[in-house]
């Protein structure tokens, strides 16, 4: 028997502009805060609920629950410092199809039979998501049990991976198997490998990340401090020593030299 049903949508509220609305009267406003306003929302879909008799309800909102694990891709839902909600704010519905998380995953509401899920989102948008498996929940809702969920995987267009070493390792047949993923690299070289970006971008038409990272560098104390009086070229040396956390070479020093004498000759002619 397919039990009779009602869905409630509520959208993010921004707690300045949403008490006014959920206020009861101009004595009453709720709390700035997240938990405030979509406290207020679910008394509204109660008092809703009271006066229909044998319906299953399900609740769609756009929050950060409490007990959520979050990655980098998220918006910050923060206001004056109050962002989450707790999840008990849900209880006395049936589901609650939770929107914001990028990962899919259940929140657990305490004492309580209502189901709450994150879908999460249907692609992966940072390499924080890498290792989510991207799904649709399924919900069934029965007469009397409560609801049944079942994840259904979303297709993979293009695995995100992470590469990180050396540029020999990088470069070689080893990583032949991410060819055609989008890629997040890290070399991991002591000095910057020569023409690094074109040779790793030669081999991977997916790159969407490339940096340098040495492992063996370890920066002491701050940054060099750039005065007046210095030198160009002792700023730009000093420079050097600082990001790479060794001493410029003898061929970087001729390098700086060479492209301050052009800068300086090219000004000279300007005149």
């Given at each position: 028997?397919?039990?009779?049903?009602?869905?409630?949508?509520?959208?993010?509220?921004?707690?300045?502009?949403?008490?006014?609305?959920?206020?009861?009267?101009?004595?009453?406003?709720?709390?700035?805060?997240?938990?405030?306003?979509?406290?207020?929302?679910?008394?509204?879909?109660?008092?809703?609920?009271?006066?229909?008799?044998?319906?299953?309800?399900?609740?769609?909102?756009?929050?950060?629950?409490?007990?959520?694990?979050?990655?980098?891709?998220?918006?910050?839902?923060?206001?004056?410092?109050?962002?989450?909600?707790?999840?008990?704010?849900?209880?006395?519905?049936?589901?609650?199809?939770?929107?914001?998380?990028?990962?899919?995953?259940?929140?657990?509401?305490?004492?309580?039979?209502?189901?709450?899920?994150?879908?999460?989102?249907?692609?992966?948008?940072?390499?924080?998501?890498?290792?989510?498996?991207?799904?649709?929940?399924?919900?069934?809702?029965?007469?009397?049990?409560?609801?049944?969920?079942?994840?259904?995987?979303?297709?993979?267009?293009?695995?995100?991976?992470?590469?990180?070493?050396?540029?020999?390792h990088v470069l070689s047949a080893e990583t032949d198997q991410h060819l055609d993923d989008w890629l997040k690299i890290i070399v991991t070289d002591p000095s910057y490998p020569a023409e690094m970006h074109a040779r790793v971008?030669?081999?991977?038409?997916?790159?969407?990340?490339?940096?340098?990272?040495?492992?063996?560098?370890?920066?002491?104390?701050?940054?060099?401090?750039?005065?007046?009086?210095?030198?160009?070229?002792?700023?730009?040396?000093?420079?050097?020593?600082?990001?790479?956390?060794?001493?410029?070479?003898?061929?970087?020093?001729?390098?700086?030299?060479?492209?301050?004498?052009?800068?300086?000759?090219?000004?000279?002619?300007?005149?």
């Open positions: 028997m397919t039990p009779r049903s009602r869905s409630y949508g509520i959208p993010y509220l921004d707690p300045e502009t949403a008490r006014a609305a959920l206020a009861d009267d101009p004595e009453s406003w709720p709390a700035r805060s997240h938990e405030g306003v979509l406290t207020a929302a679910m008394q509204r879909i109660r008092a809703d609920l009271d006066q229909r008799d044998g319906v299953r309800a399900v609740v769609m909102a756009h929050a950060f629950v409490v007990g959520g694990l979050p990655s980098d891709s998220e918006r910050d839902l923060s206001v004056g410092g109050v962002d989450s909600v707790p999840s008990g704010v849900f209880d006395g519905v049936d589901y609650v199809a939770l929107g914001h998380l990028h990962g899919p995953q259940q929140v657990s509401v305490p004492g309580s039979t209502t189901v709450a899920r994150y879908c999460g989102s249907p692609l992966a948008y940072s390499f924080s998501e890498k290792s989510h498996r991207k799904s649709t929940v399924l919900v069934e809702l029965t007469v009397d049990e409560p609801p049944v969920t079942t994840l259904i995987e979303a297709p993979v267009p293009r695995r995100l991976t992470e590469i990180r070493g050396e540029l020999a971008r030669e081999r991977f038409e997916h790159v969407l990340q490339l940096t340098h990272e040495p492992l063996d560098v370890v920066r002491v104390g701050a940054a060099p401090v750039v005065t007046e009086a210095m030198a160009p070229t002792d700023v730009a040396t000093q420079f050097v020593d600082f990001v790479t956390a060794t001493p410029a070479t003898e061929a970087e020093v001729d390098v700086i030299q060479q492209a301050y004498d052009a800068v300086q000759a090219k000004a000279q002619a300007a005149r």
